[in-house]
């Protein structure tokens, strides 16, 4: 074997020890990546490297709008809009048998719409809809198992953090990739939807009927998500529609979403100056990855991993959708493990180079887009996959008193909803490039 991809292999392989003792995702990848090439290129090559890395990796103007998209979600979390949204999916949806939890998964997707966080989804969405389904008597396992899966609804459907940062990593189209993501993100939660209506049908005892509302609080409560749509309109729609590319969309977003929460009284100095500091954590923190991403990556394609992990499967004689399901089960175990833009960042670098030497039948373009779906949706399946499962955890911290075994108990048949979307769009890759093709990008 090589001794540069010996080197590499071995570099992997501290990787994973450094990430089991919990070292922080970024550190680990900076350690690895810059010890790498300074083993094979000499301390020279990587202080020279460092000198420019940070600017060149940070300049790139398609980054900029990550903190945009975070900051937009951070102050919709503290404007109202999870309430607004929770109360008219309840109007519309409650009153059926599981209506309850259809509504907050309804709810959980609008405010994904809003925010394109799972995480902050999960959490804000719990707040909102948990006190409700306790209210109407529905199951433990079932009332959480909802608002985590509902979660995950967020990291698809646009605008998404994790979305961008794919499109970055393997030079894809961002307008194109949200767009891709609409029909997909539509079908989870028709299919969450579904699932509900069959799970309450097996035991109707754990989601009762709500009760229908008036009249009025029925109009009043559609009327409420007008703010909501009309962000979504201006966001979402002008991308699609060329108005202006995705970071002059998240600045319109903020102003949007800002001027709904000042008009509502729902934040003040205190509460934007916090929005800001999450904000600024959060942007910090995605970036330390992004840029160990980077000084990994580097390491790996000096050590010539990725190109012997490619020609290793390519001359495995396996076909491409026995090679695909590989890389698709590895990204749910990879999942389990770490959150889902450390997994981006470090599996897409490794995995991508194998499925472009694939045949498909389908354009390089095409390709980026549907694989590109397809792992964001094995993302979402680490979010709510034991052990770590870290909507579950956001879960279980607002409902302590339900056994996290209960949880995922109760997030089991959305896990079997989303393989069933991983299936369809697997064999069916016309679910995701059909939007794509009629707006044309």
């Given at each position: 074997m090589d001794s540069h991809l010996l080197t590499g292999l071995i570099g992997l392989a501290v990787l994973v020890a450094l990430i089991a003792i919990r070292v922080p995702i970024a550190h680990a990848m900076m350690i690895v990546g810059a010890g790498g090439v300074a083993l094979l290129s000499g301390p020279g090559i990587l202080l020279s490297q460092l000198k420019t890395l940070v600017y060149s990796q940070f300049s790139i103007y398609d980054l900029s709008v990550l903190p945009m998209f975070v900051l937009m979600g951070n102050i919709a979390s503290r404007s109202g809009l999870s309430k607004d949204l929770f109360r008219a999916a309840n109007a519309w949806l409650g009153w059926m048998r599981g209506g309850v939890a259809m509504a907050a998964i309804a709810a959980c997707a609008g405010?994904?719409?809003?925010?394109?966080?799972?995480?902050?989804?999960?959490?804000?969405?719990?707040?909102?809809?948990?006190?409700?389904?306790?209210?109407?008597?529905?199951?433990?396992?079932?009332?959480?198992?909802?608002?985590?899966?509902?979660?995950?609804?967020?990291?698809?459907?646009?605008?998404?953090?994790?979305?961008?940062?794919?499109?970055?990593?393997?030079?894809?189209?961002?307008?194109?990739?949200?767009?891709?993501?609409?029909?997909?993100?539509?079908?989870?939660?028709?299919?969450?939807?579904?699932?509900?209506?069959?799970?309450?049908?097996?035991?109707?005892?754990?989601?009762?009927?709500?009760?229908r509302v008036a009249r009025e609080e029925f109009i009043s409560a559609t009327i409420g998500v007008a703010p909501v749509a009309g962000i979504f309109g201006a966001v979402i729609g002008g991308i699609y529609f060329g108005l202006f590319n995705p970071t002059p969309a998240a600045a319109v977003g903020?102003?949007?979403?800002?001027?709904?929460?000042?008009?509502?009284?729902?934040?003040?100095?205190?509460?934007?100056?916090?929005?800001?500091?999450?904000?600024?954590?959060?942007?910090?923190?995605?970036?330390?990855?992004?840029?160990?991403?980077?000084?990994?990556?580097?390491?790996?394609?000096?050590?010539?991993?990725?190109?012997?992990?490619?020609?290793?499967?390519?001359?495995?004689?396996?076909?491409?959708?026995?090679?695909?399901?590989?890389?698709?089960?590895?990204l749910i175990v990879l999942g389990c493990l770490m959150d889902s833009l450390s997994m981006i960042l470090l599996a897409i670098p490794f995995f991508w180079p194998v499925i472009a030497e694939l045949d498909f039948g389908m354009s390089p373009n095409d390709l980026k887009i549907w694989f590109g779906i397809l792992a964001l949706i094995v993302v979402e399946l680490g979010l709510i996959t034991p052990p770590v499962g870290m909507n579950v955890f956001v879960i279980h911290s607002l409902a302590k008193d339900v056994p996290m075994g209960q949880t995922f108990l109760g997030v089991a048949p959305f896990f079997a909803s989303e393989m069933l979307r991983v299936v369809l769009i697997v064999y069916f890759p016309v679910l995701s490039l059909w939007l794509p093709k009629v707006l044309g990008g």
């Open positions: 405010f994904g719409a809003v925010c394109g966080s799972s995480l902050a989804t999960a959490s804000t969405m719990g707040q909102v809809a948990l006190p409700e389904l306790r209210r109407y008597k529905y199951s433990p396992a079932l009332a959480t198992g909802t608002l985590a899966a509902g979660g995950v609804l967020g990291i698809l459907i646009p605008p998404s953090v994790v979305l961008v940062v794919y499109a970055i990593v393997v030079e894809a189209s961002i307008v194109q990739m949200f767009i891709a993501a609409f029909v997909p993100g539509f079908i989870a939660v028709a299919m969450f939807i579904i699932t509900i209506a069959i799970y309450v049908r097996i035991a109707p005892s754990a989601g009762p009927r709500g009760d903020v102003f949007l979403v800002a001027l709904v929460a000042v008009f509502r009284r729902a934040i003040d100095f205190a509460g934007a100056k916090e929005a800001l500091l999450d904000t600024a954590r959060t942007s910090g923190m995605i970036y330390l990855i992004l840029l160990g991403a980077q000084l990994l990556n580097i390491f790996m394609a000096r050590g010539g991993v990725p190109q012997a992990a490619a020609a290793l499967m390519v001359d495995s004689g396996l076909p491409p959708m026995a090679i695909l399901w590989i890389l698709l089960f590895a």
